[in-house]
């Protein structure tokens, strides 16, 4: 009988393996990419719903048991480094570090692997398997003990080439849909396609690119290198494409191809594909470089992309992939140099062009009214030109009710008569020079004004809280006037996180078992804290623990009780939404910096481990005035356009009635 032998730390278990992944759509990408590796062609995934099983078979190389003992089953693996170069099949390994078997922990309590290869020298089919159970595994441990799994009969094996694995016990919420993991797969992977050889298919369905679901919804694309025009074709109802190089350093070898684009609309975006996601070798390695750019025009809001970028991935430099291979070191100076040519070059560009084509394809749209394109047309020539702006300011809003856009609209060309007539012969004896005229002009031209009335709220309530934060010299103070506005002001945080919002079931959920956390805090670590609350901010779950200002804390310590809450908030989504992945990140205010001082960087490691990030008092505080100086400085604009605002809505009814009554 075949002897096999795992041999894993219980810490590595945790944090490799069963903390890894929450998702079956993550842990099945990692199964996938093995059978890439192993030069597969064909990949069936199997889901059955009433035996709560999950199957991934392949018809690639197969192992025979040396290979699973010294390959699959030795932790840390690394494939480049003892098989070095292509496949058979010309193939480049996604696979780098032996650690994706670990996911397997992380949604199912048995693993049964069936595997086939044939012995060209005795031409036979070499039949292994075996079972691994999770309690077992963690005893064996615990005891000190080799865990052996247990061998699998060469007569119950039914497939005569490649590789089966069989998820039995799938955690509670690890259910999945059928048409929910073929988009998570075909987004996760770009060489899935006949034209890639590489089939994957999904309850006997195959996946192909259309199940990525955004191609038709894209209005712009932009492709890097004429090699990637090919996207372009995909976006069948785009309205303009264009040609980005992809050359970042042709001397270092970092060259890029893919593309970038922006939805039609809003109502076209979700919480999971507003994201430029990072690929290399074929596959996902960074979920969203949008989030670490923080670009804030309202462009943005409607970006998309997906970059390959293989240099990330190279054999002969250091891997730079997170643990859980879906996110890269922030540091390394590759990265730096994708995330400048993104900003510098890609977002510049779309940045320089999009609002143009809007503003064009805006007018196209508002013209086929027939009473807005009469209005338009009898608009002087020079004034065409702030319809047309209005026009994709209109077109840009959210909103797909017909006749709350026509209400819109209505309100809106009210607005510009009322303006139009103050630039008139009769507002000329309002204005006693000719900078006046010029000032007045030029606060409708300078303001896209649609947008500063929807933004002039916000505007003002953030310069009032930053007005409090002038001149706090008090620690008191500073405990107070954060904790007063941080939790329902997460933009202080992150300037995109413009508001807070609360799921009642989950906030009721997160609070008990925080609370039962919170009940088995020592008397230090609870005279500590002044509060600690769960929110979400545009799809990410947030964690905010303020701790008291004269509050000293150990990294380590502080890692460890932030993960106790991380584990509780994802026990809690995993019930709420199944199968769902979810972003979570823990943030720690505290008065300085976590020890070792001496080593930042450490820090930094070991709460990004929890998914955590600490930012001190005086940080927050100075970063929040250097993220919003610009509002300070739009501040005296922005009481002459509420006087503007507050002089339309003085417009006697004479005007109004005979230049402003347009029925749209």
């Known amino acids: 009988m075949a002897c096999y032998e795992l041999k894993v730390d219980l810490n590595a278990l945790n944090h490799l393996g069963i903390g890894l992944y929450s998702n079956i759509p993550a842990v099945v990408s990692e199964v996938v990419a093995n059978s890439y590796d192993a030069d597969a062609t064909e990949v069936d995934i199997l889901i059955d719903q009433v035996n709560k099983t999950v199957s991934i078979q392949d018809n690639g190389c197969g192992m025979t048991e040396d290979d699973i003992n010294k390959k699959y089953l030795t932790v840390g693996y690394d494939k480049r480094k003892n098989e070095p170069g292509l496949t058979p099949r010309g193939r480049s390994p996604m696979g780098r570090k032996g650690i994706g078997k670990l996911s397997l922990f992380s949604i199912a309590d048995v693993i049964e692997v069936h595997s086939v290869k044939r012995n060209a020298e005795a031409d036979i089919l070499e039949k292994n398997g075996f079972i691994m159970d999770v309690s077992g595994i963690k005893q064996c441990i615990e005891d000190g003990q080799t865990y052996r799994p247990s061998p699998v009969d060469a007569k119950m094996i039914t497939i005569n080439k490649g590789t089966r694995i069989t998820l039995r016990n799938l955690r509670h919420g690890m259910a999945t849909t059928e048409g929910f993991l073929r988009k998570r797969l075909a987004r996760r992977f770009s060489v899935i396609g006949t034209e890639h050889d590489f089939n994957v298919q999904v309850n006997k369905q195959p996946i192909d690119i259309r199940d990525r679901d955004y191609f038709m919804k894209i209005e712009y694309i932009w492709y890097l290198g004429n090699e990637s025009n090919n996207y372009a074709d995909l976006c069948s109802n785009k309205k303009h494409a264009e040609q980005i190089s992809g050359i970042i350093d042709s001397g270092k070898g970092y060259l890029v191809t893919g593309w970038v684009g922006t939805f039609d609309e809003q109502k076209s975006i979700d919480d999971d594909n507003n994201t430029i996601v990072i690929m290399a070798r074929g596959k996902l390695i960074h979920e969203d470089i949008l989030k670490d750019i923080k670009e804030g025009g309202v462009f943005s809001k409607y970006l998309i992309g997906e970059i390959h970028a293989d240099f990330l991935d190279m054999d002969e430099r250091e891997d730079i992939a997170t643990s859980n291979r879906q996110s890269l070191r922030e540091d390394d100076e590759r990265f730096q140099a994708l995330k400048k040519f993104i900003q510098g070059n890609i977002l510049k560009e779309i940045q320089k062009v999009w609002r143009e084509w809007r503003v064009k394809d805006a007018e196209k749209k508002a013209k086929e009214n027939p009473k807005i394109k009469e209005w338009f047309e009898s608009l002087p020539k020079d004034h065409k030109k702030y319809a047309r702006d209005l026009f994709e300011r209109i077109e840009s809003y959210p909103i797909a009710h017909k006749g709350a856009k026509a209400e819109l609209y209505r309100n ?253």
Not at 484 to 512: F, G, Q
């Open 412 to 664: 809106a060309i009210v607005a510009f008569q009322t303006l139009a007539m103050r630039n008139s012969l009769t507002a000329l004896d309002k204005i006693q020079s000719q900078a006046d005229l010029e000032a007045y002009i030029s606060i409708f031209d300078d303001l896209r004004w649609i947008e500063e009335v929807h933004y002039y709220d916000i505007v003002r309530a953030r310069l009032d809280v930053l007005e409090k934060f002038e001149n706090i010299v008090d620690a008191n103070a500073k405990e107070k006037v954060l904790q007063d506005h941080i939790y329902k002001s997460l933009w202080l945080l992150d300037p995109s996180w413009e508001r807070a919002t609360t799921d009642k079931r989950i906030e009721e959920k997160v609070t008990t078992e925080f609370g039962k956390i919170s009940a088995g805090l020592t008397k230090e670590e609870a005279n500590g804290r002044v509060d600690i609350r769960y929110k979400t901010a545009y799809g990410k779950h947030v964690i905010i623990e303020l701790k008291k200002y004269g509050y000293k804390v150990n990294a380590h310590d502080l890692a460890k009780q932030v993960g106790k809450y991380n584990s509780a908030l994802k026990k809690c989504l995993a019930e709420r939404f199944p199968g769902v992945p979810q972003v979570i990140e823990c943030i720690c205010i505290i008065g300085e910096k976590p020890q070792p001082h001496d080593d930042p960087e450490k820090v930094t490691r070991i709460l990004r481990a929890e998914d955590a990030r600490f930012v001190t008092y005086d940080g927050l505080i100075q970063q929040t005035q250097d993220n919003y100086r610009q509002y300070l400085e739009v501040s005296e604009k922005m009481s002459k356009f509420r006087d503007l605002v507050d002089s339309i809505s003085a417009v006697d009814d004479q005007n109004s009635d005979s230049d402003g009554q347009i029925i749209v």
